[in-house]
């Protein structure tokens, strides 16, 4: 029984500020003064008031026991799948092409091998506009 009075501390700290607006905390000093007629005329009168409470307790209860985790899944689903298919999507591109796609870019790393063809190309095609430029100088001076 200790887990129920465990509970039933910690709703009633939730449902505490509407008591105190509402004057419940004053129905429940009548209760306990009142005897089975009164109690009954107490029940009547502020069952609609109790009912609203205890949906309000239970509209909370059913948003963190379901709506919250459910949603927190579905995040927590979505993001191992993108990883899961990102992953499977690395695999398939290495078997099916033989390149590597890489996870992350170091700065410290320079790739080499890319820098130097690509220079390559370039001064290549800087040496074959060269002379090109040079003689449509010339004629355009003649």
């Known amino acids: 029984m200790f887990w129920f009075n465990r509970l ?3 709703v009633m700290k939730l449902v505490k500020p509407s008591m105190y607006m509402s004057g419940m905390d004053y129905v429940f000093k009548l209760w306990q003064e009142s005897d089975a007629k009164e109690r009954g005329i107490l029940l009547l ?3 609609p008031m109790f009912l609203s409470m205890g949906g309000f307790v239970f509209t909370i209860i059913y948003f963190v ?3 919250l985790p459910s ?3 579905s995040v927590l689903g979505w993001g191992i ?3 899961l298919f990102g ?3 690395k695999y398939c591109y290495k078997y099916f092409t033989g390149k590597e796609i890489k996870a992350k870019n170091d700065s410290n790393v320079i790739d080499v091998a890319f820098t130097e063809e ?4 370039a001064e290549d095609e800087a040496k074959a506009e060269e002379p090109k430029k040079k003689a449509a100088k010339k004629k355009t001076e003649a």
């Open 65 to 67: 026991l379901f709506v």
């Open 71 to 73: 949603y927190l899944f």
């Open 8 to 10: 039933k501390g910690y």
């Open 87 to 89: 992953a499977g999507g």
């Open 81 to 83: 799948l993108t990883a």
């Open 118 to 121: 690509e220079a390559e190309e």
């Open 45 to 47: 009168t502020f069952s």
